[in-house]
């Protein structure tokens, strides 16, 4: 009985280390994104960190493997994210211009919701990014074009992943505390449809950095 109850493998201590690295991942996610200009490789890390050592259970040593792969994408996940925020400059800036006009009609008010409908879209295509990333060898230039192709050839999922994007991202701004697990918990739900889409193209997961066009999709 008492072997039972205090086995490294019961479900009571599967659960709970499975949430002690929930809220420990979300915060090495939180602090390796603080310069901004790395949360691409913040984000490919705990992507790949979730779904190898909680999802799938394929490594047993989740903050070393979390710290591996930040290393790995650091060039370019970073310079993917530099473009990522320069793009959402833009868009924010556009945002409160669009905004701004709703109050002069009817076309303004269509053109400012038609334009909520794109950023959701892009914030969608967005969520392809740096999974794709930890997933698939890539330079800046191919990582982007793959993730135009998924999310439009996905385009349900993309929409799906958008919203949930987009509130995850709204609960944390909102309020202080969900960024303690809520970043973790989100990859965990948005890789179970990324992980079958990515699956017809994991056979050129292991592409060296000299042969970029191996992992296009």
Not at 16 to 21: E, R
Not at 40 to 59: F, N
């Amino acid at each position: 009985m008492l072997e039972r109850i205090f086995n490294p493998e019961n479900w009571f201590f599967r659960l709970t280390g499975h949430f002690v690295d929930v809220v420990l991942l979300s915060l090495f996610w939180l602090l390796c994104s603080l310069p901004l200009f790395t949360l691409g490789p913040a984000s490919a890390a705990l992507y790949d960190t979730v779904v190898k050592t909680i999802r799938t259970r394929q490594e047993n040593t989740p903050y070393r493997h979390f710290f591996q792969v930040f290393r790995r994408e650091f060039k370019v996940g970073c310079l993917a994210t530099v473009f990522v925020l320069l793009a959402g400059v833009w868009l924010y800036l556009l945002y409160h211009i669009l905004y701004a006009g709703t109050i002069r009609g009817r076309a303004f008010a269509a053109l400012y919701y038609a334009f909520l409908a794109l950023l959701l879209l892009l914030l969608g295509a967005l969520s392809y990014l740096f999974p794709v990333l930890s997933r698939f060898t890539f330079q800046t230039g191919g990582l982007f074009a793959a993730c135009a192709k998924l999310a439009i050839a996905h385009l349900p999922t993309t929409v799906c992943l958008g919203v949930v994007t987009a509130a995850a991202a709204w609960a944390c701004l909102r309020y202080w505390w969900p960024v303690l697990f809520l970043p973790a918990l989100v990859v965990l739900l948005c890789a179970q449809s990324l992980e079958k889409i990515f699956l017809p193209y994991m056979g050129q997961e292991n592409s060296g950095p000299d042969e970029p066009d191996q992992g296009s999709v």
